[in-house]
């Protein structure tokens, strides 16, 4: 029996990884029912009494969230970004594009594009096709507790969710106390769903795991045949390292 074709191997698990992350990116338009609590807009409400500020320094930064309504919004995801390659990653655990309302109820999202970009998401639909921007919102998780950050990590596109927590704004700062204006950054949430571009994004704090309850998980199927391509890929790397090692000894030998 001949040995394995790893550079065929590599090859198709790449294409496979390429064509089911591409596939996987739109998995919200394989979900053909949408639950009932998604026809629901968000709940911003006043806070009960005075609600202390967050804070926890991991990472590059120090942060303080001060909370300013309390928030809840259940709708389907169609858009995840994990700061993978974001300075804040420590303590933001996601960004969750999120739709609701007639897009839910009505199904208007099958026909749009949509994707989350790091710190803002992006719609595109043909002529004809309606979608409502006021029933969609990128929202930024954040948390200081370790096991509400994780829940937030589980979020899958496709899936349909309950999030609740506060709105809040952010400061963060290399230094705890930081006073130089020039050293801190500050970031405010949305509190209103008629806000555009800069600054219309919700920033929401995650207080316990409890406040992520995923309703309904999505369709799997692309993330597992992405994961498939991810494995044959790191197989045929594995078989090829080993295959030039065993050729190395035998030249060895040989010589």
Known sequence: MGKPDLKHLFVFSLALFILSSYKYSYNYKLVTETLPETSAVPLQTALEGTAAPQACCKGKYCWTFTPLYNYSAAGLVFGVSHKL??????VMA?????LWGENAVRGLYKDVKLRVMMDHYEARWNYGVNFNLNEAANTHLASCDGAAFAAAKKIKPGDQVRLKGWLVNA???EKPGETDPYKVLNWKTSVSRDDKG???CELLYLRSPSDVEILKKGPRRWLWLKWLGLAGMALAAALWHRRMKQRAAEAEQAG
Do not use: I, M, V
């Open 94 to 98: 996601a960004d969750a594009g999120l």
């Open 198 to 200: 800069e600054g219309a």
């Open 171 to 173: 400061r963060a700062s």
């Open 85 to 90: 390659a974001s300075d804040f990653d420590d």
